[in-house]
């Protein structure tokens, strides 16, 4: 990553299973303004065990209750098979490739294919020896947070540095499918990038884009989102993705947040300075007569700003004029006599 914000378009289950599907998302990405695309590689046996007994049945009032977990990966996964070609599309297109892994045969296939970045995903936070086996292929790790606790952040982070890597960024996450404006959270991300020394970033399941704009406005350097081509297209995350028209906007706005945010600085451009001629000074505004008092009738601070600045008001006030002034002369100190 470079000072940009790193805009992430997030795949995931929005293919249908259908690889075409998966590279014509992958060109309206790019067209979108992303900067990487990211996929997740699991298959429903890596992730779970085919068992519909209670402990298997979502049912906590989510997008997928009804399915077993094993159901639900099934439709959501992406084929392995998929993944060169999708690599290959996504690199010719100048974006970065990448994924999230969800077990050791995962990353050592992504591995196979060298990305050069890793996420994990919320609900494997506290997989900590997974945690750990991605940190040991020397890679910068990207980490959402949505179902931590700050104990679980804190392991995490300090899993990763223990086993050499030192790359980390946090992102802010509501794990809710849609997830409410109003549980978003966002002053947490300036906390958790003093808190635990790292980046940070949003991933972001709100149904609209002002969450990751603001997010950007509070320090996040990684932005991350689901991306479907068409939501009539259905899948399991097709409610919380973005098209690529409202994608677009969220790109555009993003990059406008960037440049206006800047630096630091109490500087003036040159074309601020310019405009400083604008500003108040001190000017006559009745004729005077030498010899005369500068009072408030006769003396005011107004615009422009070619007299004197207003703080010398109250000094010159009492004092005679040296000579005739006409209405409408900047005031200058060697105009004026005690």
């Known amino acids: 990553m470079n000072n940009n914000v790193f805009i992430i378009a997030e795949l995931s289950a929005n293919h249908n299973h259908d690889l075409s599907i998966a590279k014509e998302t992958i060109y309206a990405m790019k067209e979108s303004g992303a900067d990487a695309v990211k996929l997740q590689t699991y298959t429903p046996d890596t992730m779970t065990i085919d068992c519909d007994n209670e402990y ?3 049912k906590q009032g989510t997008l997928w209750d009804g399915l077993t977990l094993y159901e639900l990966y099934k439709q959501a996964y992406t084929p392995w098979e998929w993944h060169f070609e999708l690599k290959e599309l996504a690199e010719k297109l100048g974006l970065t490739f990448f994924s999230t892994p969800f077990d050791k045969t995962s990353v050592d296939f992504l591995e196979e294919l060298n990305v050069p970045i890793y996420k994990v995903a919320s609900f494997e936070i506290t997989d900590l020896p997974l945690i750990e ?9 990207i980490i959402s ?26 992102l802010k996450c509501t794990s809710a499918y849609p997830a409410p404006l109003e549980e978003a959270n966002l002053l ?6 003093s808190r635990f020394g790292v980046k940070v970033g949003l991933s972001d399941h709100t149904l609209g884009i002002s969450a990751p704009i603001a997010a950007v406005s509070l320090g996040a350097q990684v932005i991350e989102k689901h991306f479907i081509l068409d939501k009539k297209l259905g899948g399991p995350d097709s409610a919380f993705s973005l098209e690529p028209k409202k994608f677009a906007e969220m790109v555009k706005s993003i990059r406008e947040v960037e440049k206006a945010l800047g630096k630091v600085t109490y500087e003036i451009s040159e074309k601020v300075e310019k405009s400083r001629i604008f500003a108040r000074s001190l000017f006559v505004v009745k004729d005077i007569k030498a010899g005369d008092f500068l009072t408030n009738d006769n003396i005011r601070s107004i615009r422009p700003g070619y007299g004197l600045h207003p703080k010398y008001l109250k000094s010159v006030l009492g004092k005679k004029a040296k000579y005739d002034l006409a209405k409408g002369t900047p005031l200058k100190l060697e105009f004026i006599t005690e």
């Open 133 to 141: 086996y991605i940190a040991s292929k020397g890679k910068p790790i």
């Open 188 to 193: 947490t991300i300036p906390d958790m990038k």
């Open 145 to 170: 947070t949505g179902i931590a606790t700050i104990e679980d952040i804190d392991l995490a982070v300090e899993t990763c540095r223990k086993n050499g890597c030192e790359d980390i960024t946090l």
């Open 56 to 58: 298997f049945q979502i």
